[in-house]
């Protein structure tokens, strides 16, 4: 019994974040949180491709960089197209190393992006 009930405690969660990420698409999450991780205003990013979540953005010294973005549950995890070496890098999720946790909800139409290095940031609609 006990089996059962954890079962459905588990897709009862992954449901109800599914829902509240319906308010958002991918792409907005994606960009809440590179604008969290990068102190860039999401509106100065677009959207490059939806399926993944790439967006992109250009810095005033000229600079250009791109990212993808996977949602994972409540986690959006991110990687960035190395220009260098012209191939995306490592998706940022080794959390053992260093790497930064990022975690969304939505309440009553608020996105609020949650990152375990930096301050957290609440994000409407308008602000895509």
Do not use: H
Request: positive net charge; hydrophobic residues 40%.
């Amino acid at each position: 019994m006990k089996a059962i009930l954890i079962a459905v405690t588990a897709a009862v969660s992954v449901t109800a974040t599914a829902a509240q990420a319906a308010d958002f698409s991918a792409a907005e999450l994606c960009k809440a949180t590179i604008s969290v991780e990068m102190g860039r205003k999401t509106k100065s990013m677009k959207m490059v491709n939806v399926d993944p979540p790439e967006i992109s953005y250009k810095r005033p010294d000229g600079d250009s960089f791109k990212y993808r973005c996977k949602i994972e549950d409540d986690r959006v995890v991110w990687r960035t197209f190395l220009t260098d070496t012209r191939e995306w890098g490592r998706w940022r999720e080794n959390y053992a190393a260093g790497d930064a946790m990022t975690t969304y909800s939505v309440d009553g139409g608020i996105l609020k992006i949650t990152n375990d290095q930096a301050n957290p940031a609440s994000f409407k609609k308008s602000d895509f």
